[in-house]
């Protein structure tokens, strides 16, 4: 008998179940979703979705259909696009662009733009996570070998791996030019040579610049992302529109050039300037929020972190962070916050696992509770947070107080933290305080949702005989 994978039946049956592989935009996936971008949304079969075996949960994120699978999403993926033969990364096929003109076209409303918007800016960020989170696990191991002064700042080793840290953040232009291409369906390596231009020391913060007799804008690109995001946006439509008219044999020679100099000659005079603006108004908004509420913001967020989740609303806030980590070089806000809402995830779990009387669910629990704790979220919040109101209300005010605790003695993450493993992204170039107060405040965010998750169910017999459909599992969420 052959052997199945876990992920057989997904992969059979999701592309269908979406509509067909011509309704199907855009596909990748983040750290626990797989991301479809369709065409037509009445042609999702959402609850089919949902029934599909280690399926946790599915959902609409503005214009994107989310399937959450937790730590397997990688796996899943290859599987789909391997079987379903898709573009990789969000790219089209030649048939999909062939019928790029026949698509249906959505009415234009404030709520579509924002929702687009929102759905650019996340698809963007998540590509290149990973990226950033080298980055400050390097930036971490750097800060304990000097805590420790296993090494100093003059060493040739020490300067060779701040290059890590230094390097990616000073060039985040390419990395989001990249990203935001693929998102956009162009060329990527054209958004990254406009990245690499806009980086290069002539161009980068230059003063006194002038093109054809028009003054630039002095701007500093490096450890940017928004003139960088607004330039591909701006290329993307031209590219489209040069292939409409250039003819196929010139196609190769003519659009990059001129999509690359329309894309230089806009971004130096208008969005670059509107970019750098965006970006310095978001930084003096975190300053302004840390100087007169940075005690109480965190604590918000954490009360509110599992609904931001839910709904993929975090990933909206990634820009908040990327400017952040690029200067002052630390967030006080999403990250501490997030980081405490998964360890109060791990607590609520740990405590659905003490009050189960079923052996197999125990143990499920049990293992959602690592699994929070490790970052991964997903399980937890709807295997278990959203199934029962009590629960919840547990996981945000654990949250909030360990956030609050936080705020009130200015924690910061020196890098993009989910779970226990990056908490050397809270050590500090002023030694270990920071990460002191971190681990006290994740402490008190897991006890108290731990708690109060264990007295709420056990006071009102939410996990009872006549009740426990209520906190059923879906059947082979964390089974192989």
């Known amino acids: 008998m052959a052997k199945t994978g876990k992920y057989d039946e997904l992969s059979q049956n999701v592309v269908e179940l979406l509509g067909g592989k011509e309704n199907i935009s855009f596909f990748t996936h983040c750290v626990t979703r797989l991301r479809f971008n369709v065409k037509d949304k009445a042609l999702v079969k959402q609850e089919a979705l949902e029934k599909i075996d280690n399926v946790i949960g599915v959902q609409w994120s503005g214009e994107q259909f989310q399937i959450i699978i937790g730590q397997g999403v990688g796996q899943a993926y290859d599987q789909i696009v391997s079987e379903n033969n898709l573009a990789g990364a969000g790219e089209l096929s030649a048939t999909e662009q062939s019928n790029k003109s026949t698509d249906k076209q959505e009415k234009m409303t404030f709520k579509s733009v924002i929702d687009r918007i929102f759905?650019?800016?996340?698809?963007?960020?998540?590509?290149?996570?990973?990226?950033?989170i080298?980055?400050?696990?390097?930036?971490?191991?750097?800060?304990?070998?000097?805590?420790?002064h296993l090494v100093s700042t003059r060493d040739q080793t020490y300067i060779v791996f701040?290059?890590?840290?230094?390097?990616?953040?000073?060039f985040l232009p390419l990395?989001?030019?990249y990203a935001a291409s693929v998102k956009l369906k162009m060329n990527p390596f054209i958004g990254m040579a406009l990245g690499a231009i806009l980086c290069y020391s002539t161009i980068n913060g230059a003063k006194d610049l002038s093109v054809f007799g028009l003054h630039i804008m002095t701007v500093t690109y490096s450890q940017s992302v928004f003139p960088i995001i607004l330039g591909v946006w701006f290329m993307s439509y031209v590219e489209r529109g040069l292939k409409k008219i250039v003819p196929e044999m010139l196609e190769t020679?003519?659009?990059?050039?001129?999509?690359?100099?329309?894309?230089?000659?806009?971004?130096?005079?208008?969005?670059?300037?509107?970019?750098?603006?965006?970006?310095?108004?978001?930084?003096?908004?975190?300053?302004?929020?840390?100087?007169?509420?940075g005690w109480l913001a965190p604590g918000l967020i954490g009360l509110i972190y599992p609904l931001m989740v839910f709904t993929g609303m975090h990933y909206a806030l990634i820009p908040l962070v990327v400017t952040a980590l690029a200067n002052p070089g630390f967030d006080t806000l999403l990250m501490v916050a997030g980081f405490i809402s998964n360890?109060?995830?791990?607590?609520?779990?740990?405590?659905?696992?003490?009050?189960?009387?079923?052996?197999?669910?125990?143990?499920?629990?049990?293992?959602?509770?690592?699994?929070?704790?490790c970052g991964v979220t997903e399980p937890a919040?709807?295997?278990?947070?959203?199934?029962?109101?009590?629960?919840?209300?547990?996981?945000?005010?654990?949250?909030?107080?360990?956030?609050?605790?936080?705020?009130?003695?200015?924690?910061?993450?020196?890098?993009?933290?989910?779970?226990?493993?990056?908490?050397?992204?809270?050590?500090?170039?002023?030694?270990?305080?920071n990460l002191l107060v971190i681990v006290v405040a994740i402490a008190i965010s897991f006890i108290v949702t731990l708690t109060l998750t264990y007295l709420l169910n056990k006071q009102t017999s939410a996990i009872s005989k006549n009740q426990q459909t209520e906190m059923t599992y879906k059947e082979?969420?964390?089974?192989?």
């Open 119 to 132: 759905d650019v800016l996340s698809g963007t960020f998540v590509m290149f996570i990973p990226v950033l």
């Open 134 to 148: 080298a980055a400050g696990i390097i930036s971490a191991i750097l800060s304990l070998l000097t805590t420790f």
């Open 162 to 170: 701040a290059a890590v840290q230094q390097g990616i953040f000073y």
């Open 175 to 177: 990395f989001a030019g």
């Open 253 to 293: 020679i003519i659009v990059p050039a001129i999509t690359l100099l329309l894309g230089l000659l806009a971004t130096l005079l208008v969005l670059g300037p509107i970019g750098s603006i965006a970006g310095s108004y978001l930084g003096a908004f975190i300053t302004l929020v840390n100087q007169h509420a």
């Open 343 to 373: 360890i109060s995830e791990g607590g609520a779990a740990f405590a659905t696992g003490l009050l189960e009387k079923d052996g197999k669910k125990k143990a499920n629990a049990f293992t959602i509770a690592v699994s929070a704790l």
């Open 381 to 433: 919040l709807f295997g278990i947070t959203f199934r029962n109101k009590r629960t919840l209300v547990a996981v945000c005010l654990g949250g909030f107080a360990g956030s609050l605790f936080a705020g009130i003695l200015s924690a910061k993450a020196y890098g993009f933290v989910g779970g226990l493993p990056s908490l050397p992204l809270f050590i500090g170039p002023n030694g270990l305080g």
């Open 476 to 480: 082979g969420v964390l089974d192989d």
